[in-house]
């Protein structure tokens, strides 16, 4: 099986463990995510299949968009639901002062470009090790703070001690931190309760599949192919080049070819007819291209 398919991780999985079900489900060992959910979180998670995988460093590293909540009146080492409490629960003290109007004015200050600290436990290598194996080692991760930008941090409404909230993040960004911070700016803490990745790229909810869906088709090569994203709608930025017989034969065994290509665009994706992925060529001079990927024959 060949294709990106767009899964609705659901909670409490984490994103290998998507990855693996979906092998078995697919009779397909290669297959990557693209993107890591954490397993509170559920929503999109773009899947490559099969040759498709090869395509990966093709996928520019996106922002994306969430829905979700955050508790207020204590944190936890995790920054999220999940984590040990930091402290004893403060709301009750807190709950007179802390209100929608001033949550949301509190949360202005992280729209736009910002220095984030990631959470101790997440997979930022220190020293070629992920940052959350030495936090449960009982070690301090020395995490640098990275540059990211909040394009949407919109809270929408309050509900006791939870706010909703919908958020659009650079890629690198974690929403938890955003979670984190904001309780330590209100003084009482807080930490992320809920979390729905929404959008990821081009790739948005309305195109997921949920595992229980995708279960009953286990072996349907054709069917579970019909369900992932249209070839053409892949890598946007690259033109799309139909290629004849005699370019496909070229380019298919490592040969310069000419394609009828009159864009500027440096790689372009070659198929044969409209859904044969070929692969990518770079452009040489004119119309005249060199296959840098190529996927075999189907």
Same mark, same amino acid.
């Given at each position: 099986?060949?294709?990106?398919?767009?899964?609705?991780?659901?909670?409490?999985?984490? %994103? !290998? =463990?998507?990855?693996?079900?979906?092998?078995?489900?697919?009779?397909? !060992? %290669?297959?990557?995510?693209?993107?890591?959910?954490?397993?509170?979180?559920?929503?999109?998670?773009? @899947?490559?299949?099969?040759? /498709?995988?090869?395509?990966?460093? /093709?996928?520019?590293?996106?922002?994306? %968009?969430?829905?979700?909540?955050?508790? *207020?009146?204590?944190?936890? =080492?995790? &920054?999220? #639901?999940?984590?040990?409490? @930091?402290?004893? =629960?403060?709301?009750?003290? *807190?709950?007179?002062?802390?209100?929608?109007?001033?949550?949301?004015?509190?949360?202005?200050?992280?729209?736009?470009?910002?220095?984030?600290?990631?959470?101790?436990?997440?997979?930022?290598?220190?020293?070629?090790?992920?940052? &959350?194996?030495?936090?449960?080692?009982?070690?301090?991760?020395?995490?640098?703070?990275?540059?990211?930008?909040?394009?949407?941090?919109?809270?929408?409404?309050?509900?006791?001690?939870?706010?909703?909230?919908?958020?659009?993040?650079?890629?690198?960004? /974690?929403?938890?931190?955003?979670?984190?911070?904001?309780?330590?700016?209100?003084?009482?803490?807080?930490?992320?309760?809920?979390?729905?990745?929404?959008?990821?790229?081009?790739?948005?909810?309305?195109?997921?599949?949920?595992?229980?869906?995708?279960?009953?088709?286990?072996?349907?090569?054709? $069917?579970?192919?019909? @369900?992932?994203?249209?070839?053409?709608?892949?890598?946007?930025?690259?033109?799309?080049?139909?290629? =004849?017989?005699?370019?496909?034969?070229?380019?298919?065994?490592? $040969?310069?070819?000419?394609?009828?290509?009159?864009?500027? $665009?440096?790689?372009?994706?070659?198929?044969?007819?409209?859904?044969?992925?070929?692969?990518? #060529?770079?452009?040489?001079?004119?119309?005249?291209?060199?296959?840098?990927?190529? *996927?075999?024959?189907?």
């Amino acid at each position: 099986m060949n294709g990106l398919l767009v899964v609705d991780k659901p909670g409490g999985m984490t %994103s !290998h =463990d998507v990855v693996n079900r979906l092998r078995r489900i697919a009779g397909e !060992h %290669s297959i990557g995510h693209l993107g890591t959910l954490d397993p509170m979180a559920t929503g999109v998670l773009p @899947l490559l299949i099969g040759k /498709y995988t090869r395509l990966a460093q /093709y996928f520019l590293a996106a922002e994306k %968009s969430y829905t979700g909540s955050i508790r *207020f009146g204590f944190a936890t =080492d995790t &920054y999220d #639901a999940e984590g040990e409490s @930091l402290g004893p =629960d403060l709301w009750p003290e *807190f709950c007179g002062r802390i209100t929608l109007e001033v949550v949301r004015k509190s949360a202005e200050r992280f729209h736009g470009e910002t220095l984030q600290m990631p959470p101790p436990f997440s997979a930022k290598k220190i020293g070629g090790k992920p940052a &959350y194996k030495l936090a449960r080692e009982g070690k301090s991760p020395e995490l640098r703070a990275a540059k990211v930008r909040i394009d949407c941090f919109a809270v929408t409404a309050m509900e006791g001690a939870d706010a909703s909230f919908r958020m659009t993040i650079s890629s690198g960004g /974690y929403v938890r931190s955003v979670a984190h911070e904001l309780g330590q700016a209100l003084g009482c803490g807080a930490h992320l309760a809920a979390l729905r990745r929404i959008r990821a790229g081009v790739f948005t909810i309305e195109q997921a599949h949920t595992l229980e869906e995708l279960g009953p088709l286990a072996g349907q090569v054709e $069917a579970l192919e019909s @369900l992932c994203v249209h070839p053409r709608s892949l890598l946007i930025e690259m033109p799309a080049v139909t290629a =004849d017989a005699q370019a496909l034969g070229k380019l298919r065994n490592g $040969a310069q070819a000419n394609l009828a290509d009159f864009s500027e $665009a440096r790689l372009v994706k070659v198929f044969a007819g409209q859904r044969e992925l070929v692969g990518i #060529a770079k452009r040489v001079a004119g119309t005249l291209f060199q296959p840098v990927v190529v *996927f075999s024959a189907q």
